[in-house]
């Protein structure tokens, strides 16, 4: 199993710019979500999904779309990059069954930088 | 929704000795617990767990310690070697049966000098 990836590993964008995160499982997991992190900062909730067509807003959702057409499938749009945006993007999964316990897993992340 | 803080932001210690790092959550029904340890330039993985229904759980050298009535959880690490230097999270697992999301803390940095 690749377990959790995401393209590219680094972008940069300019100002206005929109581009998607890709981010793709193959673990079967129901849940799926997206985190950026800031420079000495912690991990703060963009968007999650439970499942194929729902979706929902977390911490910051505000500048960022997402979708959730497939189960394994959670891209995650920028539709006017802002400098605000520069971050690093984790997509991550988790299997809700058993109680709701089960670990999550993180993608390598994706480096933004917004010019 | 969940609000977790994590103490100390920073933390050093000399090679051999123990490190604590604390979390306090505000939400009285979060039930899971998990730790994670990111090193410089990698993604988060998970280092340890426990539940709600646990006081307390243990693997080698790393413990987590869960207070339910204070709403707070706390990782100790003994012996720590330099390989332990990295930034560690704490989250708390909230949500309704509609959803389950985790929360992250701030994270520490734990330095170990050899």
């Known amino acids: 199993n690749a377990g959790v990836t995401q393209t590219p590993k680094f972008q940069v964008l300019k100002t206005g710019q929109s581009m998607t995160l890709q981010c793709a499982q193959d673990m079967n997991h129901e849940y799926m979500s997206w985190y950026r992190q800031d420079p000495g900062m912690g991990l703060r909730l963009i968007h999650y999904s439970v499942g194929a067509g729902i979706t929902d807003q977390g911490e910051v959702p505000n500048g960022y779309n997402v979708s959730r057409s497939t189960t394994e499938d959670f891209p995650l749009r920028l539709l006017s990059a802002a400098p605000s945006q520069t971050s690093v993007y984790f997509c991550?999964?988790?299997?809700?069954?058993?109680?709701?316990?089960?670990?999550?897993?993180f993608g390598p992340g994706t480096r933004l930088t917004v010019l | 929704g969940e609000n977790v803080e994590q103490h100390p932001s920073t933390l050093s210690v000399q090679e051999g000795d123990s490190a604590v790092i604390k979390c306090t959550y505000s939400d009285s029904a979060s039930n899971y617990f998990p730790w994670y340890k990111q090193e410089l330039g990698k993604r988060p993985q998970l280092i340890i767990d426990?539940?709600?229904?646990?006081g307390e759980k243990k693997d080698q050298r790393i413990a987590v310690t869960l207070n339910k009535t204070a709403k707070h959880f706390s990782l100790h690490i003994t012996e720590t070697q330099p390989e332990d230097s990295a930034v560690y999270f704490c989250a708390a697992l909230w949500g309704d049966n509609a959803g389950n999301m985790l929360t992250f803390g701030g994270g520490t940095r734990l330095m170990v000098k050899p």
């Open positions: 426990i539940r709600s229904n646990v």
């Open positions: 991550a999964s988790r299997d809700p069954s058993g109680g709701s316990y089960n670990e999550q897993f």
